[in-house]
């Protein structure tokens, strides 16, 4: 690690001394991006990456859109949409929209789709996006209906998202392995070849439907490739091998900042860093976590501003109720928070009998100095929490068996802006819900189905209100994006981790 | 000399066979395929019904046999990641991997084996030295480190090669050198201790009393019987290269059979990692046995013995 760090030092100093170099791409009119892991499949329901999720974007066309900077739902391929009862859903198909390969969008494509993503022989990855749909119907030329399995007011939020509409002849033509070498959609980009595990190109596409909230396409030609090494992506910026990185550590990103020709951009994601405890004592029955005034204690003993200040860095924010503050339904208005105030937690301590704290266990998987700080902090306090650092599966493993007493944990809500879609995970029982508090999960439940927008707002607030005061789960904060590209190119980021090229280009 | 072969060919046969075998039992010891195959969001029920259908609930032996049965026939079933056929994964992968195993070959015997004679030659002076400490630094520096390290100078300061990617030759260069500059030390002493060896025997000297010029007696006498290790041990160094091609595929991003082979350990990929070991396996054991046939074809000794 050591080792690397002095190398990075050395990749900074040889920018300094290497010339500026010609980057060939704006002149090719082709925007190179690079990626640590490559999708599975293409297709967007068979694979849960991020970089799948891009490519999606940037291919396929959604029923609505949700436009990033005003947060509003605007139509896409529905004109019109209409809920005739809690869980039947009425769409006007736009007319006039055509796939890559000349064939025109119809309602059929959408019933198709939907009806398709939910059947068995799809074996669709990525379930939790579509399993609220029943089915859909045609009832009219350009009109389908969907039935959902219970009620869902989130779903408009979901169609905006990961449900892309696929082109119903095509598909059945070439099936899902033809349409995972070559992905048809009516987006503003079209594939042009897809190098199983290693990248795929995009090409404008110059028949995008004219009038799409998404606006026209400017960049010529897309590159996705798949470069694993951090430090290789780097170099490859630098030497103008590639246009664009993300994920870029805060350490290298201070460096890129003072290379010539590369701009770098920090800015905050969906994403949240938070600590899960152990509060039904699985771990061991005499777990001090059972006791609020433990779990509270934690909560006042760690500086989140310090850290935001010092080690996560730009665009991030503290978070103090249990999701996205930006999520539908997420609020901390009347939710307790916990400034710093490490004598306050020393004196809850030793109200909950432990005045010279205890020995327990931590658990993680993503930026281990985050979670070296958290530990810090607990030792601070009396707190020796012994680090034990996993890959994500292994971490959600042991959480799942009760074996771990706190666990640092993220959660980035698939990107949905909804709060269903981070408590709806760790409050309403499921394997990753350590708290087990029946009341929360039945007031969640109610949020989740009810229809009546003030009323979810009242539910969730309830609920997240529960939530801090018994300090069932301690938010941290945001995580912000490191972005690094060429100086040629104009782009902005979004809070939804989800680049969009289609709107980016050239100076 | 046939008898010899048939004997190594068999022995190399069984090597490939005890190899597949481990490698597919310690496969299904190490986790529940049908767990991996259904995927993380499985209800039990479907885990059950996968098993049924890939026939995961058979004895294990049969499963091998089966396994085994396909795996002559090169159908080695379908990756669980990629949904596509494993043959047609690894055959667009290998060439890369053997491309810079080849290249890298080349490049340290051709470093190597000059190294050695030299030093050989100028025995315990400087240059014997100095060749020496050359060859040691490849094999010090862990060969991601010696990659990032050729990145920076060649591609970001010099400008002179790209970064990553395996499109041109001029992709193959830093990594080849990489890799190639681990094998190195292990071929320079060899060919060094050969030629010493060699150098200090009678028929040199006689060489030398007959009024040969230096150069024949080297290259001519001395350095044709000094290479016999040398060959054995190179194909050796091949197989490792193919191993460690993980590492520098990995930061050349180079998607060839040991980034796969990575990827697919990872993902708990089981046709791909089976089908990988088996293919590397044979190469290796395949390596090996050209190299004993054409050790005892350069030394009679060997064959006689």
């Given at each position: 690690m050591k080792a690397r760090l002095v190398?990075?030092?050395?990749?900074?100093?040889a920018v300094g001394a290497a010339a500026t170099s010609a980057y060939a791409n704006k002149a090719n009119d082709t925007l190179v991006y690079a990626s640590d892991s490559e999708p599975e499949n293409v297709s967007p329901y068979h694979n849960n990456l991020r970089e799948g999720v891009i490519i999606a974007r940037h291919v396929f066309d959604t029923l609505v859109y949700r436009n990033p900077d005003t947060g509003k739902y605007e139509p896409q391929l529905a004109t019109k949409w209409t809920w005739v009862d809690p869980t039947t859903l009425d769409l006007t198909i736009r007319k006039g929209v055509v796939f890559h390969n000349g064939d025109p969008l119809t309602a059929d494509d959408v019933v198709f789709t939907l009806n398709y993503v939910v059947s068995a022989e799809a074996k669709v990855v990525t379930k939790q996006n579509t399993d609220w749909i029943k089915s859909a119907e045609k009832t009219g030329e350009d009109q389908v209906r969907i039935h959902l399995v219970g009620p869902f007011p989130a779903a408009i939020e979901y169609l905006a998202g990961p449900v892309p509409i696929y082109p119903e002849k095509y598909f059945k033509s070439v099936g899902l392995t033809g349409f995972s070498k070559a992905p048809i959609g009516s987006g503003p980009y079209r594939v042009t070849k897809v190098d199983p595990g290693k990248g795929v190109n995009m090409e404008k596409n110059a028949n995008y439907w004219k009038g799409s909230p998404q606006g026209q396409p400017s960049i010529g030609k897309l590159v996705f490739r798949v470069i694993p090494d951090a430090e290789t992506r780097m170099a490859e910026l630098m030497t103008g091998g590639v246009d664009w990185i993300w994920r870029v550590p805060q350490d290298q990103a201070v460096q890129l900042k003072t290379a010539p020709n590369i701009s770098v951009l920090s800015a905050e994601t969906m994403r949240v860093g938070f600590l899960q405890f152990d509060t039904l004592g699985r771990s061991e029955k005499s777990t001090p976590f059972k006791d609020q005034r433990v779990r509270q204690a934690i909560a006042y003993a760690i500086d989140?501003?310090?850290?935001?200040?010092?080690?996560?860095?730009?665009?991030?924010?503290?978070?103090?109720?249990?999701?996205?503050?930006?999520?539908?339904?997420?609020?901390?208005?009347?939710?307790?928070t916990y400034a710093y105030d490490p004598a306050k937690a020393k004196k809850l301590l030793a109200e909950a009998g432990y005045p010279n704290g205890f020995t327990t266990e931590i658990v993680a998987y993503r930026e281990r100095e985050y979670a070296e700080a958290v530990i810090g902090y607990l030792a601070a306090v009396g707190i020796k929490a012994n680090l034990n650092y996993l890959k994500y599966a292994a971490m959600r493993t042991l959480i799942r068996e009760g074996k771990a007493p706190i666990a640092f944990q993220t959660w980035g809500s698939f990107s949905v802006l909804d709060a269903s879609a981070?408590?709806?995970?760790?409050?309403?029982?499921?394997?990753?819900?350590?708290?087990?508090?029946?009341?929360?999960?039945?007031?969640?439940?109610?949020?989740?189905?009810?229809?009546?927008?003030?009323?979810?707002?009242?539910?969730?607030?309830?609920a997240l209100k529960t939530i801090a005061e018994k300090s069932y789960l301690f938010p941290l904060f945001s995580y912000p994006a490191n972005y690094a590209y060429t100086s040629e190119l104009s782009f902005t980021a979004q809070p939804d981790e989800l680049p969009r090229f289609y709107a980016a280009r050239w100076k | 000399m046939l008898h010899y072969t048939l004997q190594r060919l068999v022995v190399a046969i069984s090597v490939a066979i005890t190899v597949s075998i481990v490698a597919f039992f310690l496969l299904h010891l190490s986790g529940d395929i049908a767990i991996s195959i259904a995927g993380p969001e499985a209800t039990p029920a479907q885990v059950e019904a996968i098993r049924?259908?890939?026939?995961?609930?058979?004895?294990?032996?049969?499963?091998?046999?089966?396994?085994?049965?396909?795996?002559?026939?090169?159908?080695?079933?379908?990756?669980?990641?990629?949904?596509?056929?494993?043959?047609s994964l690894i055959?667009?992968?290998?060439?890369?991997?053997?491309?810079?195993?080849?290249i890298s070959l080349c490049l340290s015997l051709l470093i190597a084996v000059p190294l050695g004679v030299l030093a050989a030659v100028y025995n315990g002076t400087i240059i014997d030295r100095l060749a020496l400490s050359f060859s040691v630094i490849g094999q010090a520096i862990p060969t991601f480190c010696l990659g990032l390290g050729l990145i920076i100078l060649f591609s970001v300061t010099l400008r002179w090669l790209p970064v990553s990617g395996a499109s041109t030759w001029k992709h193959y260069i830093l990594p080849s050198l990489a890799l190639g500059w681990y094998a190195v030390p292990a071929v320079m002493r060899l060919s060094r201790n050969g030629m010493l060896e060699v150098l200090s025997a009678d028929y040199i000297r006689t060489a030398r009393a007959k009024g040969l010029s230096p150069g024949v007696v080297i290259f001519k006498?001395?350095?044709?019987n000094a290479i016999i290790p040398v060959v054995a041990l190179a194909a050796v160094q091949f197989g490792f290269m193919l191993g460690g091609s993980i590492v520098i595929e990995a930061v050349f991003s180079m998607h060839g059979l040991g980034y796969l082979a990575w990827e697919a350990i990872a993902r708990n990929d089981f046709p791909v990692v089976q089908a990988v070991v088996l293919i590397l396996a044979t190469i290796y054991v395949g390596l090996t046995f050209l190299a004993d046939v054409l050790n005892a074809f350069l030394d009679p000794r060997i064959r006689l013995a």
């Open positions: 190398l990075m030092g050395a990749i900074a100093l989140r501003k310090a850290m935001l200040d010092n080690l996560v860095g730009g665009g991030a924010r503290i978070m103090n109720s249990a999701c996205f503050i930006d999520q539908f339904g997420c609020t901390d208005k009347d939710v307790p981070f408590t709806g995970v760790y409050f309403k029982g499921s394997a990753d819900d350590m708290t087990g508090d029946k009341e929360v999960g039945a007031v969640l439940n109610d949020a989740d189905t009810s229809v009546d927008v003030d009323k979810r707002l009242k539910l969730y607030q309830s | 049924q259908q890939f026939g995961l609930d058979r004895p294990l032996v049969v499963q091998y046999l089966e396994w085994l049965w396909k795996a002559v026939r090169f159908d080695f079933g379908d990756s669980f990641y990629f949904r596509s056929s494993v043959v055959a667009s992968r290998i060439p890369v991997t053997l491309t810079l195993g080849a006498h001395a350095l044709r």
